[in-house]
């Protein structure tokens, strides 16, 4: 590295302002084109939730990216950014009847569902809407799981299909999503076949589906190093090549972590190295930044980040990493086998890498674009 990491919060006038993510949206760019050239036939959104920031998503519309969007907040962000409706997907399946009325007025065409009540919505708000099925997909192998909240089974996917046809919507196509940092290239295969036999049924019925959504879940180095791209789309179009044969759909994909996250570095300063007993062998090491204010993902110790000092040359030891608040759930890592350096003192600054997906979005009040909840006192 050439700048130092105190030169470079120098640079943003952050000294003395930790804890703050610090995105580089260069990288972010860099990450897109890495993911279109290894998914090169795919239409790649990008996952908003990741990390809304806008200048990131300028360079990304830039880029040539499309999005994938959960609320109006996200719809407005990328329509500031430049995108245009047309590129955008409103991935969520479950929305309120006043968000898909609110998206198909500034041209949104593109929305997820996995329920005959939430096409009843779709139906209603979005006439005539090309309309994507979730499915359920198992999230084994993944860091940070979210099967069981989204999808339907391949059955019900069937007649949901048919159903839409019915109301005047286009049924473009079927999704799933294996799971967040998904490490197992294998993973995205089962539920390619699930489509697969349900794209065959479906055109026995006189359909023509013709997206298929793999998701997002594409993973990123973190303390861990991940496969490279290329390993998962190598996976994925074995996959269609095997269930699909010569008549594969059009692959559409939703990264947020693999685009955000080797963007961010949040810097954070350490408020107090401690031990508990004269023989404790660990230190406790309290940053002033936790699982409330934007590590949210080291639950569970799930995912492992890497951390970078100014003494990273020096001799290390095992530490206990928390967060600055009163809640005792507010440990990073305690099981994880971390270690800093014994030089570290409070004061000293601890860079947390990796950084720049799911942490500024779960630290604020805005999660996804949802409004933060109001407190009203009684009069
Ligand atoms: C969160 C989300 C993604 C992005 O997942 P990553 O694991 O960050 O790539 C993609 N699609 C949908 C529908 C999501 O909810």
Same mark, same amino acid.
């Given at each position: 590295?050439?700048?130092?990491?105190?030169?470079?919060?120098?640079?943003?006038?952050?000294?003395?302002?930790?804890?703050?993510?610090?995105?580089?949206?260069?990288?972010?760019?860099?990450?897109?084109?890495?993911?279109?050239?290894?998914?090169?036939?795919?239409?790649?959104?990008?996952?908003?939730?990741?990390?809304?920031?806008?200048?990131?998503?300028?360079?990304?519309?830039?880029?040539?990216?499309?999005?994938?969007?959960?609320?109006?907040?996200?719809?407005?962000?990328?329509?500031?950014?430049?995108?245009?409706?047309?590129?955008?997907?409103?991935?969520?399946?479950?929305?309120?009847?006043?968000?898909?009325?609110?998206?198909?007025?500034?041209?949104?065409?593109?929305?997820?569902?996995?329920?005959?009540?939430?096409?009843?919505?779709?139906?209603?708000?979005?006439?005539?809407?090309?309309?994507?099925?979730?499915?359920?997909?198992?999230?084994?192998?993944?860091?940070?799981?979210?099967?069981?909240? +989204?999808?339907?089974? *391949?059955?019900? @996917?069937?007649? !949901? =299909?048919?159903?839409?046809?019915?109301?005047?919507?286009? /049924? &473009? $196509?079927?999704?799933?999503?294996?799971?967040?940092?998904?490490?197992?290239?294998?993973?995205?295969?089962?539920?390619?076949?699930?489509?697969?036999?349900?794209?065959?049924?479906?055109?026995?019925?006189?359909?023509?589906?013709?997206?298929?959504?793999?998701?997002?879940?594409?993973?990123?180095?973190?303390?861990?190093?991940?496969?490279?791209?290329?390993?998962?789309?190598?996976?994925?179009?074995?996959?269609? +090549?095997?269930?699909? *044969?010569?008549? @594969?759909?059009? !692959? =559409?994909?939703?990264?947020?972590?693999?685009?955000?996250? /080797? &963007? $961010?570095?949040?810097?954070?300063?350490?408020?107090?190295?401690?031990?508990?007993?004269?023989?404790?062998?660990?230190?406790?090491?309290?940053?002033?930044?936790?699982?409330?204010?934007?590590?949210?993902?080291?639950?569970?110790?799930?995912?492992?980040?890497?951390?970078?000092?100014?003494?990273?040359?020096?001799?290390?030891?095992?530490?206990?990493?928390?967060?600055?608040?009163?809640?005792?759930?507010?440990?990073?890592?305690?099981?994880?086998?971390?270690?800093?350096? !014994?030089?570290?003192?409070?004061?000293?600054?601890?860079?947390?890498?990796?950084?720049?997906?799911?942490?500024?979005?779960?630290?604020?009040?805005?999660?996804?674009?949802?409004?933060?909840?109001?407190?009203?006192?009684?009069?």
């Amino acid at each position: 590295m050439t700048v130092t990491a105190d030169e470079e919060l120098t640079a943003l006038g952050a000294v003395g302002r930790t804890p703050c993510l610090v995105i580089d949206v260069e990288v972010a760019g860099e990450q897109y084109r890495r993911i279109a050239s290894a998914f090169a036939d795919a239409e790649i959104h990008y996952a908003v939730k990741a990390n809304p920031e806008p200048a990131l998503l300028r360079a990304l519309v830039e880029a040539g990216c499309r999005f994938d969007v959960a609320s109006r907040t996200e719809i407005d962000l990328c329509l500031a950014a430049g995108a245009s409706p047309a590129d955008l997907s409103y991935g969520h399946p479950i929305k309120k009847p006043g968000d898909i009325a609110y998206a198909y007025a500034r041209g949104v065409r593109l929305f997820a569902f996995d329920s005959a009540g939430e096409l009843d919505k779709i139906v209603t708000h979005a006439p005539g809407s090309a309309v994507i099925c979730r499915l359920l997909a198992s999230s084994d192998g993944a860091r940070w799981p979210l099967s069981r909240k +989204f999808g339907c089974t *391949g059955e019900m @996917a069937v007649d !949901l =299909m048919k159903a839409a046809a019915v109301c005047g919507l286009d /049924p &473009a $196509g079927l999704a799933f999503h294996v799971g967040s940092q998904q490490l197992d290239p294998g993973r995205w295969e089962p539920s390619v076949a699930l489509a697969a036999d349900i794209f065959r049924t479906l055109e026995q019925s006189g359909l023509s589906p013709r997206i298929l959504n793999a998701g997002g879940g594409f993973p990123v180095d973190y303390r861990v190093s991940a496969l490279p791209i290329a390993a998962y789309s190598v996976a994925i179009h074995a996959a269609l +090549f095997r269930h699909f *044969g010569h008549r @594969a759909p059009k !692959l =559409m994909i939703e990264p947020g972590r693999y685009i955000a996250a /080797p &963007a $961010g570095v949040l810097h954070a300063e350490v408020v107090l190295v401690s031990k508990k007993s004269y023989s404790d062998e660990s230190r406790w090491v309290y940053l002033d930044v936790g699982r409330f204010g934007g590590l949210a993902e080291t639950e569970d110790e799930a995912i492992q980040y890497a951390l970078a000092t100014a003494h990273d040359d020096g001799p290390t030891g095992p530490v206990i990493l928390a967060g600055p608040t009163c809640d005792s759930v507010d440990i990073m890592y305690q099981h994880a086998h971390y270690e800093l350096p !014994l030089a570290l003192r409070a004061g000293d600054v601890v860079r947390i890498l990796g950084t720049g997906a799911y942490t500024a979005t779960y630290a604020s009040v805005g999660f996804n674009g949802f409004p933060p909840l109001r407190t009203l006192t009684n009069p």
